[in-house]
C-alpha cells in the first residue's frame, strides 16, 4: 500500500479567499454579520435567484429581499496559478438566522484550496430560522451556486476563466445542508422538479445543471424533511457520510436511512453495479455543531470531544475523500474503506466505526430477499446452517426511524456456536476480488457485556485448508455509545479481510467452499449482520 500523507496538513498551493455577493444588499441592523456580503470583490457579483417554488424565507430575521429574489452570496477560497481545478461546496444548515453560518466550513475550504482545489461555502442562511420542508429549496440554492462558477469559467473576461474544473465536483452539506445535496444530487440529472422546469427557460428560470457531480458528502444530515412525488430521495452519485454519536440535535442519526436507500442491491439484478461507492463514518463523542467553526457546541462542557478535536476529524477524512475524488489519489480512498488507515493522524484515543461498499462486489448473502432464515444469495448457490445460533432476518431499528433495510439477527448463548454457509465455488468468483467484506455490529441487548468489544473467529475454508481470523484482528466491534437522546444505535463495522491473507493461509479463492461465523471467543452474544460479500 502506498504510503499516504496526512490529508488535514496543508499543502503547498497558495490562495486567495474572496467575498462573493448579489449587492447592492441593504442588511438591517440586526443583520450585521451579512453586511460583508455589501460589498463583494468587484469581479465577483453575482444575481439573484427566485426559489419560490421551494421555500418561503425563514422567520426570526427581516432579510432585506424576497424568496423570489434570493441572493448568491458566498466565501471562496482559490487557488492561484492556471488551473482547471475541481470544485468543493459546503452548505450549512438550519441555525439562528441572526448568526451566518457561511464562514463555519473556511477552516476546510482553506485546507482544500491548499491543496489545489476551488472551495466556497455559500449563504443559505436566509431559509433559516422558523422554517421547514424548505430543503429541496437549499438544493436548488447550492445547484445555482455551481452554474455561477459554470458561467465564471465561461466568461472570457472573468479571473476564473477556464480555471474550473466542472467534471471533478464534491458538494458538501451539514445538517439540512447535509440534506440539501442528497436532493441536489438527485435534482442534478431531471428535467424538471414539481413541475418547475430545471432547463433555464419558464418563470423561475433555474438551471440547466447536469454538473459532472464526483461526489456527495452529508455532516450529520437530517432526511425526509422534504420528500420528492417520487418517494425519499435516492442519492446516484458517491455518498459519504459522517455523524457523531453525542449529536444532540440531529440526535436519531436520520442520514443513516439516506445511507442505506444509496445504491443498494438490484434484487432483479444482483450482480449489476451503479459504478458508485459509499461510505460511512460514525464517530464516537462528536456532536452535530462543532463540524462549524462558529456554531456554539449543544452539548454541555465534558460531553463531547474538544472543538478542536472534531474539526481535525474532518479535516482528516473530508480531507481524504477530497483527495480520492477531486485530485485522483484513489490511494487516499484507502480512509475510506478502512479507518484505521489514518489513525496516526486522527485524535488520539478517537473511536470510531466505519462502513464502506465498493461498485465492485458480489454479495454472498445480501439478506434482501425478505424475511425469515438466512439464505445464500443469487446468483451464488449454496446453503446456510445455523447451530446453536438464532439466526433470523428482520426489520431491526438500527437507529430511530423508519426501518428501511432487512438485518440478519444473530444471537447465541454458549462458546461453539456458528453459522454455516456452504458455497458452490463455481458460483463464487472470489479470486476476482481483493477482499471478503462483512458488515456486522453489537447492539445493547443484556447478553452483550456492556462497555466490551464483542469479537467472533471468521473461518473460511477450501477443501483441507481454513483460514481462522478472529474479527478484532480486522476491526474492533465497539459497544454502542451512549446517545445524548433516545436508544442505543446499532452501527455496524465493515470488516474486509484481504484475500492474499486467505491465501497465505492455504486457501485456494478459485474453489472457496465455506465461510463460518464462529462465536468462540465470548460466550454469549447478539450481532447484526448486514450483508457479506466480495469485493474490492
Not at 463514518?281 to 462558529?294: G, M, R, T
Not at 431491526?396 to 426501518?403: E, N
Request: proline share 7%.
Amino acid at each position: 500500500m502506498a504510503i499516504l500523507n496526512n490529508p488535514a496538513l496543508a499543502g503547498a498551493a497558495q490562495f486567495d479567499t474572496i467575498i462573493y455577493g448579489a449587492s447592492p444588499l441593504a442588511y438591517p441592523a440586526p443583520l450585521i454579520q451579512y453586511a460583508i456580503y455589501n460589498t463583494p470583490d468587484p469581479a465577483y457579483v453575482t444575481g439573484r435567484i427566485n426559489v419560490s417554488a421551494f421555500a418561503n424565507l425563514g422567520g426570526g430575521a427581516a432579510w432585506p429581499f424576497l424568496n423570489t429574489n434570493v441572493p448568491l452570496n458566498g466565501h471562496v477560497c482559490i487557488p492561484r496559478g492556471r488551473g482547471p481545478f475541481p470544485l468543493a461546496m459546503f452548505a450549512h444548515g438550519n441555525h439562528n438566522p441572526l448568526e451566518n453560518s457561511t464562514p463555519g466550513y473556511l477552516y476546510l475550504c482553506q485546507l482544500l484550496a491548499s491543496h489545489g482545489i476551488i472551495a466556497a461555502t455559500i449563504d443559505v442562511n436566509f431559509l433559516n430560522g422558523f422554517n421547514f420542508g424548505e430543503n429541496d429549496g437549499r438544493a436548488i440554492v447550492h445547484l445555482e451556486h455551481l452554474k455561477q462558477f459554470r458561467t465564471w469559467n465561461n466568461t472570457a473576461t472573468h479571473p476564473l476563466h477556464g480555471k474550473v474544473d466542472l467534471n471533478r465536483i464534491l458538494i458538501v452539506g451539514h445538517s439540512r445542508g447535509g440534506e440539501g445535496v442528497g436532493h441536489a444530487s438527485f435534482f442534478n440529472r431531471l428535467a424538471s422538479v414539481g413541475g418547475v422546469t430545471l432547463d433555464g427557460s419558464g418563470p423561475f428560470l433555474l438551471g440547466p445543471y447536469r454538473f459532472g457531480l464526483t461526489a456527495v458528502a452529508a455532516i450529520a444530515p437530517t432526511d425526509r424533511q422534504f420528500t420528492p412525488v417520487s418517494g425519499p430521495t435516492v442519492v446516484p452519485d458517491h455518498y459519504y457520510i459522517i455523524h457523531g454519536s453525542k449529536d444532540s440535535d440531529v440526535f436519531d442519526f436520520q442520514g443513516y436511512h439516506t445511507y442505506e436507500r444509496a445504491h443498494v442491491v438490484d434484487l432483479a439484478n444482483p450482480t449489476v453495479s451503479d459504478g458508485k461507492f459509499k461510505a460511512m463514518l460514525w464517530v464516537h463523542k462528536a456532536n452535530h455543531n462543532q463540524f462549524n467553526s462558529i456554531w456554539a457546541s449543544e452539548t454541555p462542557v465534558g460531553v463531547a470531544m474538544p472543538r478542536a478535536s472534531q474539526e481535525e476529524v474532518a479535516k482528516v477524512h473530508l480531507g481524504a475523500l477530497a483527495q480520492a475524488v477531486l485530485l485522483d489519489r484513489a490511494e487516499y480512498l484507502e480512509v475510506l474503506r478502512d479507518h484505521g488507515a489514518a489513525v496516526a493522524w486522527d485524535p488520539a484515543g478517537t473511536e470510531f466505526v466505519s462502513q464502506y461498499q465498493d461498485p465492485e462486489r458480489v454479495f454472498v448473502q445480501h439478506n434482501q430477499e425478505g424475511l425469515g432464515a438466512p439464505i445464500v444469495s443469487l446468483p451464488v448457490q449454496g446453503t446456510v446452517a445455523a447451530d446453536g445460533v438464532v439466526a433470523a432476518r428482520q426489520l431491526t431499528a438500527l437507529v430511530a426511524g423508519v426501518t428501511t433495510t432487512i438485518t440478519l439477527r444473530l444471537a447465541w448463548s454458549a462458546l461453539g456456536a456458528r453459522l454455516l454457509l456452504r458455497v458452490d465455488p463455481s458460483t463464487l468468483p472470489a479470486e476476482r476480488y481483493k477482499t471478503l467484506t462483512l458488515r456486522v455490529g453489537q447492539s445493547t441487548e443484556a447478553n452483550n457485556a456492556a462497555n466490551r468489544d464483542q469479537d467472533f473467529t471468521l473461518e473460511v475454508s477450501s477443501g483441507s485448508h481454513t483460514a481462522a481470523i478472529p474479527a478484532s484482528c480486522l476491526h474492533r466491534l465497539l459497544y454502542p455509545d451512549p446517545p445524548p437522546f433516545g436508544p442505543a444505535k446499532i452501527m455496524m463495522q465493515t470488516l474486509r479481510l484481504p484475500i492474499e491473507r486467505l491465501v497465505d493461509c492455504g486457501v485456494d479463492p478459485t474453489d472457496l467452499r465455506s465461510i463460518a461465523l464462529v462465536f468462540d471467543r465470548r460466550s454469549t452474544g447478539t450481532l447484526y449482520v448486514g450483508d457479506l460479500q466480495c469485493s474490492n
